[in-house]
């Protein structure tokens, strides 16, 4: 049974660069949420998809936006990259929006320089 | 608005000891927690959830929780702790209240176990 998987794993940008971040969910799972995690910090929550709709939305600005496909894989995109935007992006799959455990890929290191 | 707080950033235990990492929480209507452990360079692997009925909650890997509601706590302890236990571990709480289920997640508690 295939867990979280997110590509890439690792990744270097410039600012004002865009960049696009990819999950794919637990089999079965159908609600994809996407997390900012900065060094020595706690995960942040940017959004939540499910049935290819944005449902819930963290205090991030819209430079960072997503997309969920139909088979219930996830694009995290974020533009004009700022040197704070370096972190740990995690992508969190569970069933439902209900209030169940998140299984959560390796995430994707984006350091902008 | 939903708040969890991690009081330590570090706990130190010696490996065969009894270990506590502390939580406590803040929100509106009843509280769903959780606790999930992550490993240097990995995601977060889930332990154990409180949702509702018995206090004591068993999880993965020997790990217990005792939900408190009148301390707003929710305490991850293990018996007797392990070198492999070492990791970074955080506590996130969510609630019915305002439609959605996104959890809040704590800072993080650094756990290192000494041989």
């Known amino acids: 049974d295939a867990g979280v998987t997110q590509s890439p794993t690792h990744l270097i940008k410039t600012r004002g660069q865009q960049v696009t971040l990819r999950c794919s969910p637990k089999?079965?799972?159908?609600?994809v949420s996407w997390y900012q995690q900065a060094l020595g910090q706690g995960p942040q929550f940017i959004f939540q998809y499910y049935e290819e709709e944005e449902r819930q939305r963290g205090n991030f600005p819209d430079r960072f936006s997503g997309h969920q496909f139909p088979n219930y894989s996830s694009e995290l995109n974020v533009n004009a990259l700022l040197l704070g935007d370096s972190a740990l992006y995690l992508c969190?799959?569970?069933?439902?929006?209900?209030?169940?455990?998140?299984?959560f890929g390796e995430g994707s290191r984006l350091t902008v320089l | 608005a939903q708040s969890v707080a991690q009081p330590e950033d570090q706990v130190n235990v010696a490996e065969g000891n009894p270990l506590t990492v502390k939580c406590t929480y803040s929100v509106s209507g009843n509280p769903y927690l959780f606790w999930y452990v992550q490993y240097p360079n990995r995601g977060l692997q889930f332990l154990l959830k409180?949702?509702?009925?018995?206090?004591l909650v068993k999880g993965s890997y020997g790990f217990e929780a005792e939900f408190n509601k009148s301390q707003t706590s929710f305490h991850l302890k293990k018996p007797s702790a392990l070198v492999s236990d070492s990791a970074l571990y955080f506590c996130a709480v969510t609630s019915s209240s305002g439609g959605s289920y996104i959890p809040t997640f704590g800072r993080g508690t650094s756990l290192i176990v000494h041989p």
């Open positions: 409180y949702i509702t009925g018995d206090n």
């Open positions: 969190a799959s569970s069933l439902g929006m209900g209030p169940g455990e998140l299984f």
């Open positions: 089999s079965g799972h159908d609600t």
